[in-house]
């Protein structure tokens, strides 16, 4: 058999790849990776006592939102880091615009009169904070590596760096169902370390666990 006989058998039973499989592979591992953190949350830690109350402040949205907007930026690079050759640097760069609002507002709270600064800096659950938000995204943190191993990632560094940082921000956001902490200086020091520390996870295990 000829060279080019034996490409066109090969090729003929091709099919195109559907141009939203990606996104519906990412999306489910993330939907069963949140499904399990908030197990975790609900099984280790427990919700906030009266959250519905709770849900009424401003603070309990901000950090939502911050939450949120890193794990959504968290999912783009994902995606991205499971394209052989995508660009990555423009979503990373988006991930600027989180932390400045979320460092604008712990400043607009520090400089306001009669300020508790190390109250709002330490909060009363410093010391536990980032470890309990890696706790709770190590379920996100599994679902988000076994996606990418169906995908083609050829920076496994930078791939498991980003899924840790999904996976970290959607611990995170988990995690403010239990967490009383409302201050915005103590979710941006506390609440980033814990996903910070995720994020260095991932790009860690990245090197090992997602080799083709």
């Known amino acids: 058999m000829r060279t080019d006989d034996l490409i066109a058998q090969l090729a003929g039973g091709l099919e195109p790849v559907k ?9 489910g591992a993330l939907v069963l990776g949140v499904a399990g953190s908030a197990l975790v949350m609900l099984m280790v830690l427990g919700p906030r006592h009266q959250l519905d109350a ?13 939450t949120f907007a890193i794990a959504a930026i968290g999912l783009r690079l994902v995606e991205r880091a499971g394209r052989p050759g995508a660009e990555m640097t423009r979503p990373a760069l988006m991930l600027a615009l989180p932390l400045l609002a979320i460092v604008l507002l712990a400043a607009l709270q520090m400089s306001a009169p009669g300020a508790d ?23 996100t943190l599994a679902a988000a590596f076994w996606a990418l191993r169906r ?20 611990g995170a956001f988990v995690y403010c169902f239990h967490c009383n902490e409302e201050a915005a ?6 609440y980033t370390l814990g996903i910070g520390v995720t994020a260095a996870l991932g790009a860690l295990l990245g090197r090992y666990f997602l080799r083709w």
């Open 19 to 27: 141009s939203n499989s990606v996104t519906r592979l990412l999306f």
């Open 54 to 66: 709770a849900m009424a402040h401003h603070g309990v949205w901000a950090k939502l939102a911050y």
């Open 117 to 139: 600064i190390p109250s709002l800096v330490m909060g009363r659950s410093s010391r536990v904070c980032a470890f309990n938000v890696l706790i709770v995204a190590l379920p």
């Open 151 to 170: 995908l083609a990632p050829t920076r496994l560094t930078l791939a498991g760096a980003g899924a840790g940082l999904l996976a970290g921000a959607a």
């Open 185 to 190: 200086p103590f979710i941006a020091i506390w």
